[in-house]
Antibody, heavy 117, light 107 residues
Framework: QVQLKETGPDLVQLTQTLSITCTVS????????VHWVRQPPGKGLEWMGA???????DYNSAFKSRLSISRDTSKSQVFLKMNSLQTDDTAKYFC???????????WGQGASVTVSS | DVQMTQSPSNLAASPGESVSINCKAS??????LAWYQQKPGKANKLLIY???TLQSGTPSRFSGSGSGTDFTLTIRNLEPEDFGLYYC?????????FGAGTKLELK
C-alpha cells in the first residue's frame, strides 16, 4: 500500500527555518520521484520542488535559494528545508510521488504550518 | 512560467447532472494536463493525466479532453462523492503549475 506522510512543526517563528519530513512506504525512492507542493489557506496549489529518483533535485525559482530538498533512501524519507520564513509561507505542505512528467499519483495528507511573529 | 486559468471558480450542480470545468494554459502544453480532486481530510486524488488518460480507479463518468492551450474536465451523472475541489495542473514543463481551482458544490 502506497503511503506518504508529512511530519513537521505546527508553528515556526518569523525568519526561522522550516523542516518537514516526508516518510514513504510501499514504494522505493530510487524508482519514484517525490515532489513538494504547498497550499496557503483558501488558496491554490504551488509546486515547490522535487527529489528525482536518481538523487538530483529541481526547485521552483520562486523560492530562490531558500529551499533545500534532500533524502535518506535507507529510511525512505525525503526532507524539505526552507529558511527565512515569512507570514505568507503559512500553508499546508504536501509531498507527492510521481513516476514521470510531474504526474502526482499519490499524495500525503499534508502538514499545516503557521509562521508566527 | 506557464499560467493556468481555470473556470468557473464555483459550480453548483445536483446528483445526476453533468458538469464541465475548463482550464486554459498561457502557452501550448501539448497534451500534458492533469486533473486532481481535493476533499477535506483526504489525500489529493489524481483523476486524469496527459489530457485524457484516466488514472487507474477513476470512474468512467470522468473524462478529459483538449490539447495545446484549452482543456476540459467533464463529469457525467454526478455522484454525491464527486463534490469537492478540482485543480488542473500542466505537467509539460517545470515548474509545474496549477489552476486556481473549481469548487463543485451541491445545488
Amino acid at each position: 500500500q502506497v503511503q506518504l506522510k508529512e511530519t513537521g512543526p505546527d508553528l515556526v517563528q518569523l525568519t526561522q527555518t522550516l523542516s518537514i519530513t516526508c516518510t514513504v512506504s510501499g514504494f522505493s525512492l530510487t524508482t519514484y520521484n517525490v515532489h513538494w507542493v504547498r497550499q496557503p489557506p483558501g488558496k491554490g496549489l504551488e509546486w515547490m520542488g522535487a527529489m528525482w529518483n536518481g538523487g538530483g533535485t529541481d526547485y521552483n525559482s520562486a523560492f530562490k535559494s531558500r529551499l533545500s530538498i534532500s533524502r535518506d533512501t535507507s529510511k525512505s524519507q525525503v526532507f524539505l528545508k526552507m529558511n527565512s520564513l515569512q507570514t505568507d509561507d503559512t500553508a499546508k505542505y504536501f509531498c507527492a510521488r510521481s513516476v514521470a512528467r510531474g504526474v502526482m499519483d499519490a499524495w500525503g495528507q499534508g502538514a499545516s504550518v503557521t509562521v508566527s511573529s | 512560467d506557464v499560467q493556468m486559468t481555470q473556470s468557473p471558480s464555483n459550480l453548483a450542480a445536483s446528483p445526476g447532472e453533468s458538469v464541465s470545468i475548463n482550464c486554459k494554459a498561457s502557452k501550448s502544453i501539448s497534451k500534458y494536463l492533469a486533473w486532481y480532486q481535493q476533499k477535506p481530510g483526504k489525500a489529493n486524488k489524481l483523476l486524469i493525466y496527459s489530457g485524457s488518460t484516466l488514472q487507474s480507479g477513476t470512474p468512467s463518468r470522468f473524462s478529459g479532453s483538449g490539447s495545446g492551450t484549452d482543456f476540459t474536465l467533464t463529469i457525467r451523472n454526478l455522484e454525491p462523492e464527486d463534490f469537492g475541489l478540482y485543480y488542473c495542473q500542466q505537467h509539460n514543463e517545470y515548474p509545474n503549475t496549477f489552476g486556481a481551482g473549481t469548487k463543485l458544490e451541491l445545488k
